[in-house]
């Protein structure tokens, strides 16, 4: 990387923090060309080319603050050009290793634990969830599939496309809950409605599902309507809290919504879907999960900005606390697979989709959100790939009194066959 010297560089301490600035630019994978109110560094040639409008952003790009530079970015304040790819790559290196970064520890963690209570009373959880996914339906129409299947596709085979991974996942999940004719299942986070319409079109079961999205909520009950499924498929505005005197379940899967819960709330919830389960039936958590053991978020500021953006009160919790907390509230797992790669490829299917329609969406929403989102989408993919986030479909059964449990050449409790032939799609 070459620098152009400018007056600013005759400071001592302007020295100082220039110096650890071409520091930075000679390790980063891809070139990077900086220019702020006086000064400019890096090659111009360079694939991606941050405008800096105000000259103390030059602190954060030294430090790693990816998330206060992100926000900048979102407030007009930072202009980023070149290939998204690229632009990750770059991140990646600022930050270094934002699960070692996030790591707290015993007297922070009590604090976070404090703040999860706060966060996720029942009125709150309302309005974070509002606050996301209620930005606009046509927005997320642009880069999600046309069913809006808005959590990790499923990539069966190399050259699926996103609508077609969106599908193999709908019905992965489908099987690996044995879904058959005349069963009720209960979808947690029903979002705009793919899985339980999905599973009632293709596999006969009645379906009730819950969400804290008004938009949602409305564009669930159009598409029940006009299917003409009404007494197969309900929709309710409902939080997983308030679910006491709606009977029992065959079946339940919560897809995309365990992120929402916080950790302080993981073993109320799943004592509630316990609760809601019939002994012998099967619950499917399909979640992202902490990259780390021991970092409620991550690191180099990206979990503040997911926080103020994105997802306010989204929390992530390793697959081991998720995991225990299931076992705790009488569950048994049954099953897990992690499909931290597909999530990857997911996101970046879905960071195309948006860049090819940037004018439209801000047509349809803000410039600060279509900012916000660039950077979601393809910074979310970048941690996937490099496994600081990872995604697990959890399957686990309410066992049965052994005198109950389903006829099989061994007792097993429940409706599990404890093999996975029926599962590949």
């Known amino acids: 990387m070459q620098s152009l010297p400018t007056p600013a560089r005759q400071s001592g301490r302007s020295a100082g923090l220039l110096q650890r600035i071409d520091a930075r630019l000679a390790q980063l994978p891809r070139g990077l060309a900086l220019q702020w109110p006086g000064g400019r560094a890096g090659a111009i040639s360079s694939s991606v080319q941050l405008t800096l409008r105000n000259r103390q952003l030059l602190r954060l790009l030294a430090s790693g603050d990816v998330g206060s530079l992100a926000d900048a970015y979102v407030r007009g304040e930072l202009e980023i050009e070149g290939p998204l790819s690229d632009v ?161 379940f ?8 365990f992120e929402h819960v916080g950790r302080a709330q993981t073993g ?17 958590n399909h979640a992202i999960a902490a990259g780390g053991l021991d970092n409620p978020g991550l690191g180099g500021g990206m979990g503040d900005f997911i926080q103020k953006h994105i997802f306010p009160g989204g929390e992530l919790v390793h697959v081991s606390h998720a995991a225990a907390a299931l076992s705790r509230s009488g569950l048994e797992l049954v099953d897990a697979e992690n499909l931290r790669p597909h999530y990857a490829r997911t996101l970046w299917a879905w960071s195309a989709n948006l860049e090819r329609q940037l004018d439209r969406a801000r047509s349809l929403t803000s410039e600060a959100t279509v900012r916000a989102y660039r950077l979601y989408l393809a910074g979310s993919a970048m941690c996937f790939e490099r496994g600081w986030l990872s995604h697990y479909q959890l399957l686990a059964t309410r066992p049965a009194p052994a005198q109950a449990a389903s006829s099989a050449p061994w007792v097993t409790l429940s409706d599990y066959p404890f093999t996975r032939r029926h599962m590949e799609v």
Do not use: N
Request: with cysteine; glycine share 12%.
């Open 88 to 248: 990750m790559a770059v991140a990646g290196a600022l930050v270094g290793d934002p699960v070692r970064r996030g790591r707290h520890g015993a007297w922070t963690r009590w604090l976070d634990g404090l703040l999860s209570h706060w966060r996720h009373r029942p009125g709150q959880d309302r309005r974070q969830v509002q606050f996301h996914y209620d930005v606009s339906d046509e927005f997320y129409g642009l880069w999600l599939d046309p069913m809006r299947v808005y959590s990790c596709a499923y990539y069966a085979q190399p050259g699926l496309s996103l609508e077609q991974a969106q599908q193999a996942k709908l019905e992965l999940v489908c099987r690996k809950l044995q879904l058959h004719p005349g069963q009720r299942l209960l979808d947690i986070g029903a979002g705009w409605g793919a899985l339980m319409l999905w599973a009632v079109r293709h596999h006969g079961v009645r379906a009730l599902g819950i969400t804290l999205s008004r938009h949602q909520h409305a564009h669930v009950s159009r598409l029940i309507e006009q299917a003409g499924l009404q007494g197969l498929a309900e929709v309710r505005l409902l939080d997983y809290r308030q679910l006491q005197g709606a009977g029992t």
């Open 250 to 257: 065959d079946r339940i899967a919560s897809v995309g919504m």
């Open 268 to 284: 109320r919830y799943f004592s509630t879907l316990q609760g809601l389960l019939r002994p012998g039936g099967l619950l499917l």
